[in-house]
């Protein structure tokens, strides 16, 4: 279990790295799920380090919501202590009946060729795009969106702080799933 929080303002989600299924995060407080992010991603992300990507262990990590808002810490305390009674290292207080999850698969993400290029406009965490909808422009060809799905990690602004990663990831339409 790797906790984070958000730059820009978010919704907490779960973001599985690495396992078959996240089956260790279930009972957590939180509904929005992030998959197949490690195929897509630039290099290897930080929470695939804790057992390694070759290793049998799951890894998923929790994103909180953001810096500012301090009900994001209280979340990453609920969401330790729901992990700590799903593996049975605490005792198990509350029976927590998990949401409905709402999955969001990552298909593809914007990368800038080269730092002419700006987003069109400032993008909202899980904003709905459709296919062919322009997301930048620069030196260079019209960037569009390779089909309908939601905008995720996208800069607060319209520049990113490098164009050495993602600019932001998008996912494809949201499936509503009652257990993963």
Excluded: W
């Excluded at 197949?36 to 919501?65: D, H, K, T």
């Excluded at 509350?94 to 949401?99: D, F, G, L, T, Y």
């Excluded at 799905?149 to 490098?162: L, N, Q």
């Amino acid at each position: 279990l790797d906790i984070h929080s958000t730059e820009a303002p978010s919704d907490p989600m779960i973001i599985e790295i690495k396992g078959a299924s996240l089956d260790a995060a279930k009972g957590q407080p939180i509904q929005k799920v992030l998959t197949n992010i490690v195929p897509v991603q630039i290099g290897i992300p930080v929470g695939s380090l804790y057992g390694g990507l070759e290793r049998s262990i799951p890894v998923f990590e929790i994103e909180a919501g953001s810096h500012e808002d301090p009900e994001s810490f209280q979340l990453a305390v609920r969401s330790a202590i729901a992990f700590l009674m799903r593996l049975r290292m605490i005792p198990v207080t509350e029976n927590v009946s998990a949401p409905v999850l709402q999955e969001y698969p990552i298909v593809d993400s914007i990368v800038f060729p080269n730092a002419s290029y700006r987003l069109v406009k400032p993008f909202a965490m899980f904003e709905r795009i459709t296919r062919g909808q322009v997301i930048a422009e620069g030196d260079g060809p019209i960037m569009t969106a390779p089909c309908d799905g939601h905008a995720i990690f996208a800069p607060k602004g319209v520049i990113p702080r490098s164009i050495k990663e993602e600019v932001m990831f998008i996912s494809s339409p949201m499936k509503e799933k009652n257990e993963m």
